[in-house]
């Protein structure tokens, strides 16, 4: 197979950029998930906000699809206004 340096380098970026997204989806699952463990309405308050911003920046970037992204923060704001 005839390897261009170009390839190479796409390949190299490719690598990079899938460890990163990997590890952004990574977060934002476990941000999520702290707000649907939260028990009081205060502790999931704090969890919420920054559960939503990072779910806004991966849309923004396409590391998800915006349904997703509306998806998700309105299952974790249903949850937050089932608590007392």
């Given at each position: 197979?005839?390897?261009?340096?170009?390839?190479?380098?796409?390949?190299r970026q490719d690598l990079k950029r899938?460890?990163?997204?990997?590890?952004?989806?990574?977060?934002?699952?476990?941000?999520?998930?702290?707000?649907?463990?939260?028990?009081?309405?205060?502790?999931?308050?704090?969890?919420?906000?920054?559960?939503?911003?990072?779910?806004?920046?991966?849309?923004?970037?396409?590391?998800?699809?915006?349904?997703?992204?509306?998806?998700?923060?309105?299952?974790?704001?249903?949850?937050?206004?089932?608590?007392?």
């Amino acid at each position: 197979m005839d390897r261009h340096k170009q390839q190479i380098k796409r390949d190299r970026q490719d690598l990079k950029r899938r460890a990163i997204n990997s590890q952004n989806k990574s977060k934002m699952r476990t941000l999520i998930k702290s707000v649907l463990q939260s028990e009081s309405k205060s502790d999931a308050e704090k969890h919420y906000a920054s559960a939503v911003s990072f779910i806004d920046k991966m849309a923004s970037k396409n590391v998800i699809h915006k349904n997703n992204a509306a998806r998700q923060k309105s299952k974790i704001t249903s949850y937050l206004n089932t608590l007392k």
